[in-house]
């Protein structure tokens, strides 16, 4: 027989092979080495020699409770405690407080309504757990009447521990007003109850009262602790107050503060936010072993400074250091992925988040929605809304705007009428979304309908994007009058109002209209290079070049200048990048003869070059030359040539930084005919996906 290694292990041997009836002290002694280890199998051992000695477990109910909860063993301890006829007040206390520590806050409030029911009198440290459960449930009323009963009860709610619990769930529920009150009728202040507060304000968006009662907390002489200069950063980096942020890390680095992971974690977020990207990357660097809070907040920053590449590197290199992503990691570089409309890199992550366990969830679940119906994916995209157990308002969001970016206007409305039946409330980007929906599928009456349940009964009434989002429907649909008084209507409309009624004019060739719209805006911003672009393009459109000709010479006056026109294709994880008329590519002498098989092949079936889109005097014949250069139509040639030996169901996806031009638009209807494959075109405004010699848009766009 193995020699045991402890004395614990010993006399548990002994014990198992006498069977002998153990006095009460012994096996108290033995529960509490088993506490010192955190052993839970030493635990169960004895827990079973008392129940096969004949020994009455049950009193030593509470020590059992105890010890289990220490080893981290809670569904062992609720079998104790559920078996005890009387618990004492402090297993009832420990119950509740590692319920809410194990996230089973519903568990924990179940168990406090049993304690009243029982007659057990609840003490302040039962409160301080008990409040953390309702501020995690979102119990308002709940936990306002546990805070009347709390003092009702004799507990002194001035008491730091207490308040502490008490400004937590009360800034958690958005009552600053009342978490004030506790927090100054306290005298005593201390670190913990400090921080509560200063959290509560920078989670609340209260940026300055953060940052001002951490300044009295200073003259105060309470000294900070990690927690709160992580907090008090944050503050100042969403102010965008490097200064102060800067000022406070020398107050750190003055007392000697070591910068703790919750604190470097936030500096490099402050740093972030105060556009200072590189001080957020060396940051993270100096942390020696950064957590996944670390992680997630510098894939974080690369993100929000558009730095969508380096982010999907940095959790690569993440996984490669066996740092388990959560699922605000993964949601995070699905917005990478979305944003640059990676469908392979946005399929790895979604498999890797099955893999662990992490599909689920409503931030990974959103993000995939997003990030499918921007790579132009909507049915991937809607199978996984169709999954989720339950309807919450960002997954809606999301799966609304990428029917709207698709042109499934009346699957969005769909989807908007579900949600009210279901009664989750809309907020701004809902119906931001459905509004564009319909504008994208020319559903007049529907947005009508919708901007007038905005109006009528939507509690914060029309935004400007709701406004934008209407001119824009209106103007699309020939309705350039109505589009306008609406403008007109409002005290002080702005220029994006304005420029999607300056697009309409452009669609439907209202010049005069157009001269007006372009000098209210101009009044608004002499400088806005998009109106200049607009009415140059107006004029080319209607051939008079002379005036196309000042145009571009007032902007040439201003130092404006036009972005110039790029698409790009993604092929074996490398992104292609064209330029009109581009021979820049290294296989631009192959690219160049499948345009012109191409061109040959689209005109047997109709095609002839629209040179509406020439957007400079030529002749007719150069004129249709120059159309066939486009850089969307190099990316489509590419795309073609590149996937001749693809199977027929794989679509050919190209993206554009601006919107697709009429030509090529119908060109490339064509080349979905010839080739028999779906194209898949992203421009600057929406998806067009043709197929068979259709797009999705109708030819609406």
């Given at each position: 027989?193995?020699?045991?290694?402890?004395?614990?292990?010993?006399?548990?041997?002994?014990?198992?092979?006498?069977?002998?009836?153990a006095?009460?002290?012994?096996?108290?002694?033995?529960?509490?080495?088993?506490?010192?280890?955190?052993?839970?199998?030493?635990?169960?051992?004895?827990?079973?020699?008392?129940?096969?000695?004949?020994?009455p477990?049950?009193?030593?109910?509470?020590?059992?409770?105890?010890v289990?909860?220490k080893c981290?063993?809670i569904?062992?301890?609720?079998?104790?405690?559920?078996a005890?006829?009387?618990?004492?007040?402090?297993?009832?206390?420990?119950?509740?407080?590692?319920?809410?520590?194990?996230?089973?806050?519903?568990?924990?409030?179940?168990?406090?309504?049993?304690?009243?029911w029982?007659?057990?009198?609840?003490?302040?440290?039962?409160?301080?757990?008990?409040l953390?459960?309702?501020?995690?449930?979102?119990?308002?009323?709940?936990?306002?009447?546990?805070?009347g009963?709390?003092?009702?009860?004799?507990?002194?709610?001035?008491?730091?521990?207490?308040?502490?619990?008490?400004?937590?769930?009360?800034?958690?529920?958005?009552?600053?007003?009342?978490?004030?009150v506790?927090?100054?009728?306290?005298?005593?202040?201390?670190?913990?109850?400090?921080?509560?507060?200063?959290v509560?304000?920078?989670?609340?968006?209260?940026?300055?009262?953060a940052?001002?009662?951490?300044?009295?907390?200073?003259?105060?002489?309470?000294?900070?602790?990690?927690?709160?200069?992580?907090?008090?950063?944050?503050?100042?980096?969403?102010?965008?107050d490097?200064?102060?942020?800067l000022?406070?890390?020398?107050?750190?680095?003055?007392?000697?503060?070591?910068?703790?992971?919750?604190?470097?974690?936030?500096?490099?977020?402050?740093?972030?936010?105060?556009?200072l990207?590189?001080?957020?990357?060396?940051?993270f660097?100096?942390?020696?072993?950064?957590?996944?809070?670390?992680?997630?907040?510098?894939?974080?920053?690369?993100?929000?400074?558009?730095?969508?590449?380096?982010?999907?590197?940095m959790?690569?290199?993440?996984i490669?250091?066996?740092?388990?992503?959560?699922?605000?990691?993964l949601?995070?570089?699905?917005?990478?992925?979305s944003?640059?409309a990676?469908?392979?890199q946005?399929?790895?992550?979604?498999?890797?988040?099955?893999?662990?366990?992490?599909?689920g969830t409503?931030?990974?679940?959103?993000?995939?929605?997003?990030?499918?119906?921007?790579?132009?994916?909507?049915?991937?995209?809607?199978?996984?809304f169709?999954?989720?157990?339950?309807?919450d308002?960002?997954?809606?969001n999301?799966?609304?705007?990428?029917?709207?970016?698709n042109g499934?206007?009346?699957?969005?409305i769909?989807?908007?009428?579900?949600?009210?039946?279901?009664?989750?409330?809309?907020?701004?980007?809902?119906?931001?979304?459905?509004l564009?929906?319909?504008?994208?599928?020319?559903?007049?009456?529907?947005?009508?309908?919708?901007?007038?349940?905005i109006?009528?009964?939507?509690?914060?009434g029309p935004?400007s994007?709701?406004y934008?989002?209407?001119v824009?429907?209106?103007?699309?649909?020939?309705?350039?009058?109505?589009?306008?008084?609406?403008?007109?209507?409002?005290?002080?409309?702005?220029k994006?109002?304005?420029?999607?009624?300056l697009?309409?004019?452009?669609?439907?060739?209202?010049l005069?209209m157009a001269?007006?719209?372009?000098?209210?805006?101009l009044?608004?911003?002499p400088?806005?290079?998009?109106?200049?672009?607009?009415?140059?393009?107006?004029?080319?459109?209607?051939?008079?070049?002379?005036?196309v000709?000042?145009?571009?010479?007032?902007?040439?006056?201003?130092k404006?200048?036009?972005?110039?026109a790029?698409?790009w294709?993604?092929?074996?994880r490398?992104?292609?990048?064209?330029?009109?008329?581009?021979?820049?590519?290294?296989?631009?002498?192959?690219?160049?003869?499948?345009?012109?098989?191409?061109?040959?092949?689209?005109?047997e079936?109709?095609?002839?070059?629209?040179?509406?889109?020439?957007?400079?005097?030529?002749?007719?014949?150069?004129?249709?030359?120059?159309?066939?250069y486009?850089?969307?139509?190099?990316?489509?040639?590419?795309?073609?040539?590149?996937?001749?030996?693809?199977?027929?169901?794989?679509?050919?996806?190209?993206?554009k930084?601006?919107?697709?031009?009429?030509?090529?638009?119908?060109?490339?209807?064509l080349?979905?005919?010839?080739?028999?494959?779906?194209?898949?075109?992203?421009?600057?405004?929406?998806?067009?996906?043709?197929?068979d010699?259709?797009?999705?848009?109708?030819?609406?766009?």
């Open positions: 027989m193995r020699v045991p290694k402890t004395a614990l292990s010993a006399a548990l041997v002994r014990t198992q092979h006498t069977a002998a009836r006095p009460s002290d012994t096996y108290a002694s033995l529960l509490l080495r088993c506490a010192a280890e955190r052993s839970l199998e030493k635990t169960r051992r004895i827990h079973r020699h008392m129940k096969m000695s004949g020994f477990h049950l009193s030593l109910g509470n020590k059992l409770v105890d289990y909860l981290g063993a569904e062992d301890a609720r079998q104790v405690f559920d005890m006829p009387k618990p004492h007040p402090v297993s009832w206390n420990a119950m509740i407080s590692s319920c809410v520590r194990y996230s089973r806050s519903r568990e924990a409030v179940d168990l406090y309504n049993r304690m009243l029982e007659g057990v009198m609840a003490n302040e440290f039962t409160f301080s757990s008990l953390r459960a309702f501020s995690e449930l979102g119990l308002v009323a709940q936990g306002g009447a546990a805070h009963r709390l003092v009702i009860s004799g507990v002194d709610a001035t008491n730091a521990f207490v308040a502490s619990a008490l400004v937590d769930m009360y800034a958690k529920f958005g009552k600053l007003r009342e978490a004030r506790v927090y100054d009728r306290v005298c005593s202040k201390d670190v913990v109850l400090t921080t509560a507060l200063i509560g304000y920078t989670q609340n968006g209260e940026y300055s009262e940052i001002q009662l951490f300044r009295q907390t200073m003259k105060d002489g309470i000294s900070p602790n990690d927690f709160t200069f992580a907090s008090v950063l944050i503050a100042c980096g969403s102010i965008g490097l200064r102060r942020g000022l406070i890390h020398g107050v750190m680095e003055k007392l000697g503060f070591k910068l703790g992971c919750s604190s470097q974690t936030s500096l490099l977020t402050m740093y972030s936010r105060c556009g990207i590189d001080d957020s990357i060396k940051v660097e100096s942390i020696a072993d950064p957590s996944t809070v670390s992680w997630t907040a510098i894939i974080g920053c690369l993100v929000c400074n558009h730095r969508e590449e380096p982010a999907l590197l959790l690569r290199n993440m490669n250091d066996s740092v388990r992503p959560n699922a605000f990691t949601s995070t570089a699905l917005r990478a992925c944003a640059l990676l469908f392979e946005g399929k790895l992550i979604h498999a890797f988040a099955t893999k662990i366990g992490l599909d409503r931030f990974v679940c959103a993000a995939l929605i997003d990030t499918y119906g921007k790579c132009g994916r909507i049915g991937m995209a809607r199978i996984i169709d999954d989720l157990p339950g309807l308002l960002v997954s809606v999301c799966l609304i705007n990428a029917y709207a970016q499934h206007g009346v699957k969005a769909r989807v908007f009428e579900m949600m009210q039946v279901s009664g989750l409330e809309p907020n701004d980007v809902t119906l931001t979304g459905v564009s929906a319909c504008g994208n599928a020319g559903l007049l009456e529907e947005g009508r309908r919708v901007f007038s349940f109006v009528d009964s939507y509690k914060h935004s994007d709701h934008a989002c209407m824009n429907l209106l103007g699309r649909a020939g309705k350039l009058e109505e589009a306008e008084r609406l403008i007109t209507e409002l005290r002080s409309p702005d994006v109002l304005w420029r999607s009624l697009s309409a004019c452009k669609i439907h060739g209202k005069d001269k007006r719209v372009a000098r209210n805006i009044e608004l911003d400088g806005d290079d998009a109106t200049y672009i607009l009415l140059s393009n107006i004029y080319a459109s209607l051939g008079q070049w002379n005036e000709i000042n145009v571009k010479s007032a902007m040439r006056r201003m404006l200048k036009k972005d110039p790029m698409s294709i993604e092929v074996d490398e992104f292609h990048t064209f330029m009109a008329g581009d021979r820049g590519h290294l296989k631009a002498e192959e690219i160049y003869k499948e345009l012109e098989v191409l061109i040959t092949r689209t005109k079936l109709g095609y002839v070059p629209d040179t509406r889109y020439v957007l400079r005097e030529m002749e007719e014949l150069e004129s249709e030359r120059s159309l066939y486009h850089s969307e139509k190099l990316a489509v040639a590419f795309g073609v040539m590149m996937s001749s030996n693809d199977k027929g169901d794989i679509p050919i996806t190209i993206f930084n601006l919107r697709v031009c009429g030509d090529c638009h119908s060109w490339i209807k080349v979905s005919q010839v080739v028999g494959k779906e194209i898949i075109a992203r421009d600057a405004k929406r998806f067009h996906h043709f197929k010699g259709l797009c999705s848009c109708s030819d609406y766009w």
